[in-house]
């Protein structure tokens, strides 16, 4: 095969991958982005979430972490609060409608798991490790295009 006709088919599925994420997103997460569901899951998965936990796991700028807090205690996903040993630090948790979404969130997740994992049951355990040594090529091309 040859490797335009291999490249052209990746780049299908890298089209057809984002369609779908988009619209199973606006499906299930009406009024939020894809920034705001991932900090409503951080913070429901971690204790004593602030914006430089969420800014690591986001991988964005602080101010952007403070803007997507603000709308999200604002839509009533989330709520602030401080310790009495630390009067200075925001921490963050989920309100009873962020659960639900947080909920949501996993509960999808772990489907969208069950299902991929039963594409590669069309493979054996020889094609398996192409797969893998391919997939590893091609995360690290994309971490270097990256730095």
Do not use: C, P
């Not at 796991?57 to 403070?66: H, M, Q």
């Not at 659960?99 to 590669?120: G, V, Y």
């Amino acid at each position: 095969m040859k490797n335009k006709l291999m490249i052209n088919k990746l780049m299908e599925i890298f089209q057809l991958f984002t369609e779908y994420n988009e619209k199973a997103f606006l499906d299930n997460y009406w009024g939020l982005n894809i920034n705001e569901v991932h900090a409503i899951d951080y913070v429901g998965r971690t204790e004593r979430a602030n914006v430089t936990k969420i800014t690591a796991y986001l991988k964005v700028t602080k101010g952007a972490v403070t803007k997507i807090t603000k709308k999200l205690i604002a839509k009533e996903y989330v709520t602030s609060y401080q310790t009495e040993e630390n009067k200075k630090e925001k921490y963050f948790s989920l309100t009873k409608k962020g659960e639900e979404i947080f909920l949501k969130h996993e509960k999808l997740h772990l489907e969208a798991m069950k299902s991929d994992e039963m594409l590669f049951e069309n493979f054996d355990e020889s094609e398996k490790k192409v797969i893998s040594r391919f997939l590893d090529i091609l995360k690290k091309d994309f971490d270097e295009k990256m730095e």
